[in-house]
């Protein structure tokens, strides 16, 4: 064996050493791939053929997770600068009624669903704020650190609404982070107006 061939084996196996300090996936997929190449290139050359064949196979594999990894951050990216939309969520909502003068929810209460309005009007008291056919209610608690109520919710009107649990909402926006930008920004809206409200109020 030369001495580069020798040097090739210790670069391979200082690159594959590397990756498993690596936190961030997409540069271990960067020096996985880096790893594989220097591998392919010592099992060929010193006819080591399990390591050139197990090379071979591993290095499509972390490509393809690469693109895969570079896809999903154009989405999540494509997600915080577009509209906000939640209608993916509402084939997993459960429909529900609700009558004038009912409590939605109060103040410190645990949340564990998120509301749709589909008709009638829900008031948030402490902020003087009606959400309306629509829009969404409940949904500050539902990411709240310590996932309680911020304030009471009363039902103005007769109305329907669809209801989906805290547990199923994280569920799907772990597996779709594209949706997962879209309402964590929707969050983002709603904490920004209830400021304004507060604002307004108070002058």
């Known amino acids: 064996m030369s001495g580069w061939q020798e040097f090739i084996g210790y670069l391979g196996t200082g690159l594959a050493f590397m990756t498993f300090y690596m936190k961030a996936m997409l540069p271990l997929r960067y020096i996985a791939v880096s790893s594989n190449a220097a591998f392919i290139v010592y ?96 949904i500050m608690g539902v990411f709240a650190p310590a996932r309680t109520r911020p304030w009471d919710a009363v039902c103005q009107t007769d109305g329907e609404m669809l209801m989906l649990s805290e547990k199923k909402l994280m569920e799907i926006c772990y597996q779709n982070p594209q949706l997962g930008m879209s309402v964590t920004r929707l969050v983002t809206q709603r904490a920004i107006a209830d400021l304004g409200q507060r604002s307004g109020g108070e002058a």
Do not use: C, W
């Not at 969520?89 to 609700?98: A, Q």
């Open 43 to 138: 099992g060929y050359y010193t006819g080591m053929y399990p390591v050139l064949v197990l090379h071979l196979m591993l290095l499509p594999l972390n490509i393809v997770r690469i693109v895969e990894l570079q896809r999903l951050m154009a989405q999540v990216a494509l997600a915080g600068q577009g509209e906000v939309s939640i209608e993916v969520l509402l084939p997993f909502m459960t429909r529900h009624s609700f009558k004038a003068g009912d409590t939605l929810f109060r103040k410190h209460d645990p949340a564990r669903e998120m509301y749709y309005i589909l008709q009638g009007v829900v008031r948030i008291e402490e902020v003087g704020m009606d959400i309306g056919p629509g829009q969404v209610a409940g």
